[in-house]
């Protein structure tokens, strides 16, 4: 396993695109609503990142056809935009990478699609803590497996489940560098975490059971059991004494 430590110069383009890219999500936040397709969510995606002088991460990135993942209901990632309308009560999650300046950022959030039942808000609340709880694990000297403990630690006590199958990533010149950062941990004894390293922390958490399937698109995963699943993401740099992430 090769972990990149990115130089001064690096980490301040990666700066750069992570921000241009947590503005643009802002943009997609407000117009998810009912009635409109996933397809304008990614016209809208890739437009605004040509805008800013980016290009899309994710198409073409192993085939993936969109600039926008768009993840329904018991989706977990890798949804394919469509002309499918979304419909009061759904949740949808937005997964969105930029490429700037020769390095990627990416990010997640889950939303809900007009009004949601109190049971569904939790599970989106607690997957986004979740990852807060991974991230405050973030510093020089700890592992990634106190990531992952943390993340699972709090999903479980929550009454959900954090996908096993599924994980986080090294990020900068290629989209997914080493190391994978499990959300969940089994045996403790995992990489230190060092000044200057870039990675997405990624938990998703679900209703029903963690195992998961391949839809008929063999682009997007879902839970094998169809219940549903929340999906947050950032980008995080490690610095001196702890860590700050690059997309907000």
């Known amino acids: ?48 990142i040509l805008k800013s002088g980016g290009k899309c991460s994710f198409k073409g990135y192993q085939n993936f056809p969109a600039c926008l993942c768009t993840s329904i209901n018991e989706e977990i990632v890798h949804g394919i935009p469509s002309e499918r309308i979304l419909k009061e009560g759904e949740i949808i999650s937005l997964d969105l990478g930029i490429f700037y300046q020769g390095f990627h950022a990416d990010m997640a959030v889950t939303l809900p699609v007009g009004e949601i039942s109190p049971e569904v808000r939790k599970l989106i609340e607690v997957t986004k803590e979740a990852l807060k709880k991974g991230i405050e694990k973030v510093r020089p000297g700890s ?12 999903v479980a006590s929550q009454g959900f489940k954090a996908v096993r199958d599924l994980c986080g990533h090294g990020i900068g010149r290629k989209l997914h560098e080493d190391p994978q950062i499990l959300n969940f941990i089994e045996e403790r004894s995992g990489e230190e975490i060092k000044e200057g390293m870039t990675f997405c ?4 958490a679900t209703a029903g059971d963690w195992r998961i399937k391949q839809s008929r698109n063999k682009q997007t995963w879902e839970t094998a059991d169809g219940s549903l699943s929340a999906h947050f993401e950032h980008t995080i740099l490690v610095n001196k004494t702890s860590h700050q992430i690059l997309t907000e």
């Not at 695109?17 to 397809?39: F, N, S, W």
């Not at 592992?143 to 709090?154: L, R």
């Not at 922390?201 to 998703?204: A, F, G, R, S, Y």
């Open 1 to 48: 396993m090769k972990i990149t430590i990115k130089t001064k110069e690096e980490i301040e383009t990666m700066r750069e695109g992570g921000k241009i890219l947590a503005r643009i999500m802002k943009e997609l936040e407000k117009i998810v609503k009912p009635g409109i397709c996933t397809k304008e969510l990614d016209r809208v995606a890739e437009t605004l």
């Open 143 to 154: 592992t990634f497996d106190d990531v992952g403990f943390a993340i699972q630690k709090y």
């Open 201 to 204: 922390l990624e938990p998703m």
